[in-house]
T-cell receptor, first 111, second 112 residues
Framework: GIQVEQSPPDLILQEGANSTLRCNFS?????LQWFHQNPWGQLINLFY?????KQNGRLSATTVATERYSLLYISSSQTTDSGVYFC???WGQGGSEKLVFGKGTKLTVNP | ETGVTQTPRHLVMGMTNKKSLKCEQH?????MYWYKQSAKKPLELMFV???????ENNSVPSRFSPECPNSSHLFLHLHTLQPEDSALYLC???????????FGQGTRLTVV
């Protein structure tokens, strides 16, 4: 099956700093999602981005499907950005599609 | 608020108990999923239902029994669980199997 790898596993920032989170996947994907998991366990949808670039406020994401990676950019980080960021790749076809998650990047933003 | 609601939020159960987790989605989606999130592990897909039919059972032990009575509701019936089954159980839904998925808040299960 597909492998989804995220880096770095842990990231500590000072408030106001910028960061880039990376997601590599080992096979062609149908789509790719980025999520933020808050301290209570809720997975919040950030981006649904099978290819190209999208922006939402201080966050943006780019997926280069042909090179099998996606990047999540966080600018001017805030303490509320802390949590775990997951990418998930939708893989498979013919009724056997699966959303496969990476292990996540744990982000800590200090005031 | 994602449109997917899970109850209860927390559950403590003994190994001989029987309990059920409930998931309800208000998004008009046709596919629903159960995921398990254990400490230090990626989210693991457990079951997939598409138009109320189970289309995926990812080698889940029979002590976990899913039920999907309609496209809006999904249950996970639990019986004779083990302490290693303690985890966060997440429900998700999507319009179709290959479209954007939305998750509930999760049920944090502790088996004692």
């Amino acid at each position: 099956g597909i492998q989804v790898e995220q880096s770095p596993p842990d990231l500590i920032l000072q408030e106001g700093a910028n960061s880039t989170l990376r997601c590599n996947f080992s096979d062609s994907v149908n789509n790719l999602q980025w999520f933020h998991q808050n301290p209570w366990g809720q997975l919040i949808n950030l981006f649904y981005i099978p290819s190209g670039t999208k922006q939402n406020g201080r966050l943006s994401a780019t997926t280069v499907a042909t090179e099998r990676y996606s990047l999540l950019y966080i600018s001017s980080s805030q303490t509320t950005d802390s949590g775990v960021y997951f990418c998930a790749a939708q893989w498979g076809q013919g009724g056997s599609e699966k959303l496969v998650f990476g292990k996540g990047t744990k982000l800590t933003v200090n005031p | 608020e994602t449109g997917v609601t899970q109850t209860p939020r927390h559950l403590v159960m003994g190994m001989t108990n029987k309990k059920s987790l409930k998931c309800e989605q208000h998004l008009g989606h046709n596919a629903m999923y159960w995921y398990k999130q254990s400490a230090k592990k990626p989210l693991e897909l457990m079951f997939v239902y598409n138009f109320k039919e189970q289309t995926e059972n990812n080698s889940v032990p029979s002590r976990f029994s899913p039920e999907c009575p309609n496209s809006s509701h999904l249950f996970l019936h639990l019986h004779t669980l083990q302490p290693e089954d303690s985890a966060l159980y997440l429900c998700a839904s999507s319009q179709a199997r290959n479209t954007e998925a939305f998750f509930g808040q999760g049920t944090r299960l502790t088996v004692v």
